[in-house]
């Protein structure tokens, strides 16, 4: 069972590129997530997807854009990197956004910005 | 304002001896709260929730959680720590947006040491 699997693992951009963060999850789960995870911050919610087709902003989604054309992937954009946001990026899924059911995590990426 | 806070950054805890990870909530209508574990460079992982029913909630790993509505607490639990318990742990509410769905929003995380 792969659940949700993320690449890349790490990630060293400068300034000024953009990349694309991927994320794919096996288990037909509807609701997916991004997070970014922040020494003393926990966990902030960047944008999510309660189904394809369907996504809307979280907490922090500036400087993020994401899509969502199949239920299975969903990736998330940067357009032009800044050191703010270095961070540890999580995918996250969940067979609907009622919450009776946990949240499934990838295992992250790890994205440093010169 | 919608959160949730875990008041402490760290809990250190002997081996065997009971622990306690704090979590408070301020949220709209009926909560739902999760705890979730995270081991170092890996994703969290799901521990217990509470949904309705009982106010105290088995998990995994031989956690607990007790739910105190007057006191909009959550806070998790075991009778006797482990080691291996040594991890980051994280509260979790579920924000019910109208139109929008829901969403699930965590605190700041607190580090759980457990010492031989």
């Known amino acids: 069972n792969a659940g949700v699997t993320q690449t890349p693992k790490f990630q060293v951009l400068k300034t000024g590129q953009s990349m694309t963060l991927q994320c794919a999850q096996d288990?037909?789960?509807?609701?997916m997530s991004w997070y970014r995870q922040d020494p003393g911050m926990g966990l902030r919610l960047i944008h999510y997807?309660?189904?394809?087709?369907?996504?809307d902003q979280g907490e922090v989604p500036n400087g993020y854009n994401v899509s969502r054309s199949t239920t299975e992937d969903f990736p998330l954009r940067l357009l032009s990197a800044a050191p703010s946001q270095t961070s540890v990026y999580f995918c996250?899924?969940?067979?609907?956004?009622?919450?009776?059911?946990?949240?499934?995590f990838g295992n992250g990426t790890r994205l440093t910005v010169t | 304002a919608q959160s949730v806070a875990q008041p402490e950054d760290q809990v250190n805890v002997a081996e065997g001896n009971p622990l306690t990870v704090k979590c408070t909530y301020s949220?709209?209508?009926?909560?739902?709260l999760f705890w979730y574990v995270q081991y170092p460079n890996r994703g969290l992982q799901f521990l217990l929730k509470?949904?309705?029913?009982?106010?105290l909630v088995k998990g995994s790993y031989g956690f607990e959680a007790e739910f105190n509505k007057s006191q909009t607490s959550f806070h998790l639990k075991k009778p006797s720590a482990l080691v291996s318990d040594s991890a980051l742990y994280f509260c979790?509410?579920?924000?019910?947006?109208?139109?929008?769905?829901?969403?699930?929003?965590f605190g700041q995380g607190t580090e759980l040491s457990v010492k031989p």
């Open positions: 949220v709209s209508g009926n909560p739902y």
């Open positions: 979790a509410v579920r924000l019910w947006i109208y139109n929008q769905g829901g969403k699930l929003i």
């Open positions: 288990m037909n789960h509807e609701y």
């Open positions: 996250a899924s969940s067979p609907e956004s009622g919450w009776n059911s946990p949240l499934h």
């Open positions: 997807s309660v189904g394809a087709g369907i996504t």
């Open positions: 509470y949904i309705t029913g009982d106010n």
